[in-house]
């Protein structure tokens, strides 16, 4: 594979990941009621718990794209 390929499949990996987090974030703020009735029925969560695992699951998701996406496609455009 040339540096220009993977260069590719990075930057489309990155976009993939980041509508996905989008919607997670979407899904987390427009029905948030209605997604926290759900969860809390099936976990037993108080809200300020169930706030708490979202967020810290889009930060770390995020932190996960920067990572494993981004910045090795910044790293390979600039070496190219």
């Known amino acids: 594979m040339t540096i ?3 260069s590719s ?14 919607t997670w974030f979407l899904l987390y703020v427009l029905p948030h009621r209605w997604m926290y009735r759900l969860y809390g029925k099936w976990f037993r969560l108080s809200e300020e718990q169930f706030d708490g695992i979202n967020l810290a699951g889009i930060a770390l998701y995020k932190m ?14 600039i070496a190219g």
């Open 9 to 22: 499949v990075l930057l489309w990996c990155t976009v993939i990941n980041y509508v996905i987090l989008l």
């Open 4 to 6: 220009q390929t993977v």
């Open 64 to 77: 996960g794209i920067l990572l494993f996406n981004l910045v090795p496609y910044i790293a390979l455009r």
